[in-house]
Structures are given as C-alpha cells and as structure tokens.
C-alpha cells in the first residue's frame, strides 16, 4: 500500500494525464484549491471525474504544465506538505505562468482522499483572465 510521500512523488508527474493522475485519489477524494473562490472559480473537486476534469482544463489552457522543483518539508505515512512549482505558457492569454504551490496530501488506504493546493492567486488571475486582475469579481457581502 503506497503511503503519502510515493503518492505525492507520482501524482505531480502524472498530472499531464488527468485519468491517470485522478485514479490515484479515491473514489470520493477531493481536490481543493480555496483560493480559487477569490476569483469567481470552482475551488472543490469531489470525485475521479471532477478530478480528472479540472486538469484537462487546465492542460486546454496551459498545455507545458508540468510540476518541478518539489521540496517535501514535512512527511509521515499518510499526510505529506510540500512545495513545488509551475513554469509554463498559457496560450488563451499569451502570458508566461510561474506559480508556486503549497500542498497537503492525505493519504488514506493507499490512496489520495485530499489534496489541498495554496498558490499565488494574483499571479492565476494575471494569466488566466483575459483582462488579468481587472477581471476579478467584486466580493459581495
């Protein structure tokens, strides 16, 4: 049975292919970027579907995407924290991409039941929106 840190070491390479990389979680693992309210956007994906779905978005939009640089800071068998960072093109905007991520993995059964992403969301809306940050939503409330 795979623990947090060889779940985490194999996810971040097959986040190219979305099916492979979602059938590491578990059939109702979640995957939660909270930042991502901020801008308007879904921040939780329940589910292999979902899963699998947000990162063939994300390949449609950003098709270089690939994790590097990850520095595990704190592992025990079933949580994993660390690191890592995004260097590429999205070619809807035409903008250059350098994201650096925080992720906490939670492993359960030999499978992924939360990833939970913080990234730099001035630097999403930049390269996401067409008109960058001046497209962010008003927050109401």
Do not use: C
């Not at 950003?62 to 590097?68: A, L």
């Not at 939360?114 to 390269?127: D, K």
């Amino acid at each position: 049975m795979k623990n947090a840190t060889q779940l985490f070491n194999e996810f971040l390479p097959l986040f190219s292919n979305p099916s492979e990389a979602a059938a590491l979680f578990a059939e109702d693992g979640i995957l939660e970027i909270p930042y991502l309210e901020d801008l308007g956007m879904q921040w939780q994906y329940r589910g292999r579907s979902e899963i699998s779905g947000l990162m063939t978005r994300l390949h449609e939009l950003i098709p270089d995407w690939k994790f590097t640089d990850a520095e595990i800071l704190i592992s025990t068998p079933d949580q994993v924290f660390a690191e890592y960072h995004v260097r590429a093109f999205a070619v809807h905007t035409q903008r250059p991409l350098h994201q650096h991520f925080f992720g906490r993995l939670v492993a359960e059964h030999g499978e992924i039941k939360l990833l939970r992403e913080a990234l730099n969301i001035v630097e999403t809306a930049r390269v996401l929106f067409p008109n960058g940050l001046a497209d962010i939503p008003a927050r109401h409330g």
